[in-house]
């Protein structure tokens, strides 16, 4: 392995251990325990040493550690080690390309029957998304796991159950179908079917993300009114930090209540409109999490924005509502009364697609959402390029950092030119599509059956002709 790949897989182990219950003096006694070399002739205090380096990504060639031990690593922290196996495939820095057709030599599956994983034979650097596809055979199931952060379950041929092993909870997915659900329950899937099942399985672990579910639930083992260690990290580290106290504190209110509360009155006015689509924005903390995260990587303050307003063609009347102060009621996801119509003034104000906000109209569900694929409803915006069809979902994950979308140029078409904080990954379905990333020698072509995965703070552009693609993005911390 190279030292980037032991880098990028300390900083893997890293983040579970803060996300975890673990203390490093427990993982260096079942290392002595399991009589696993050189740990077995290691003492405890080395041990712990070593692990704390190792998750700093401070041990480039950790010699005699090679990768026959990382089994030994995995069962210490308390994990599957086929999660990891992503990690240590090499890393592009802008952007990573792939296809679902070909298995790379050497690929391990996960536990199971019937199962085969295709491993990508190479991951887009700092990124905390996994990405994986699986090959199950009639009746073929995976074993019931568990892990940190989001899953994505995107059905492209075939047939798929999800269970959920404590509750009892199952769903049938079809091809163009997905689940996203919080991974720290308990879950497998099976092919019900008599043919062969294809699926992209994304897990997003958010390592670098202070508003993680895991670390919300921490402060309620905190009886002494401390911020556990995690936070206290988080808050002390200033070049990391995205988040402000007293947005942990409306995010853990939010955990606590659920998602957004919705008045009944407006859940009759969409169920009696004719397109079932909402005219205000329902999901207002993940709104506010996304220009938040927005006007960070620009450097913007409320007040930066509401000059930014001042040279965009809007109505006059949402012009002079455009305060700071309605600014940083938005960031906070205090009630603004955000209209559909409003949507694409806003884009243009933070300088943003206004696709990435036609998203959090619809409602946020805790712990699991699925989405049909003819469930899907039209963007609908005066921003929308011609030739280019957005299929928006009726619903999304709350405090989760994943957006899907499905993408159709039915004849010639191509997006706006633009970008955001995070990472995207693009999955051809039908046809072939080009994506231009600034940084990038030549543009990529994405056939079907074929992915990219990038670094969607550079700008970019797709374009292309009778082509359809599964999109995804990752609203990561730091990238």
Known sequence: ???????????????????????????????????????????????????????????????????PQIPNLADSYGFPVYLADPFLVPGEPTAACGSYRAVPAGNP??????????????????????????????????????????????VIEGELELCFEHTGVRTRLSAGDYIVFYAER????????????????????????????????????????QYPEAWRRILNDSEHRIMLEDEITWLVSLDRLGA????????DAVASQADHRPREVLDRFGLARLLRRVAASEGWKPADLARNAAGVRMPQEFKERLTRDLV??????????????DLDSLAQVYHVSAMLLFDYLFPAERGAIVVRRGEL???????????????????????????????????????????HPGTELCVALHGQITVTIEGEKDPIKVQHGQYVHFDSSKRHQVEGKNAEAFVVRFYEADV
């Open 328 to 341: 940083a009621d938005l960031h906070h996801g205090r009630p603004c009364g955000i209209k559909e119509d």
């Open 377 to 419: 409803v039209p963007m609908k915006s005066s921003l929308l390029p011609d030739g280019v069809e957005y299929g928006i979902p009726p619903r999304r994950l709350a405090i989760s950092d994943i957006a899907a979308f499905q993408l159709a140029m039915p004849g010639s078409g191509r997006t706006h030119e633009n970008h």
């Open 1 to 67: 392995m190279r030292d980037e790949n032991w880098q990028r897989l300390g900083s893997f182990f890293g983040g579970w251990f803060v996300r975890s219950d673990l203390e490093h003096r427990i993982i260096a006694r079942k290392l002595i325990q399991q009589g696993a070399s050189p740990w077995s002739h290691w003492d405890e205090a080395k041990i712990v040493h070593w692990l704390e380096r190792f998750e700093r990504g401070e041990i480039k060639r950790p010699a005699p550690i090679g990768k």
């Open 109 to 154: 599956s996960p536990p199971g029957v019937g199962i085969r994983a295709i491993i990508p034979g190479q991951r887009l650097d700092k990124s905390d998304a996994s990405i994986v596809f699986v090959q199950l055979a009639p009746n073929g199931y995976t074993e019931p796991h568990e892990h940190p952060g989001d899953e994505l379950v995107f």
């Open 260 to 267: 957004c509360r919705i008045p009944p009155e407006t859940i």
């Open 186 to 225: 308990l879950h497998y899937g099976r092919n019900p079917s008599t043919k062969d099942t294809l699926v992209l399985v994304l897990r997003f672990f958010q390592f670098r993300s202070p508003s993680w579910r895991s670390v919300i639930r921490a402060s309620r083992r905190n009886e002494g009114g």
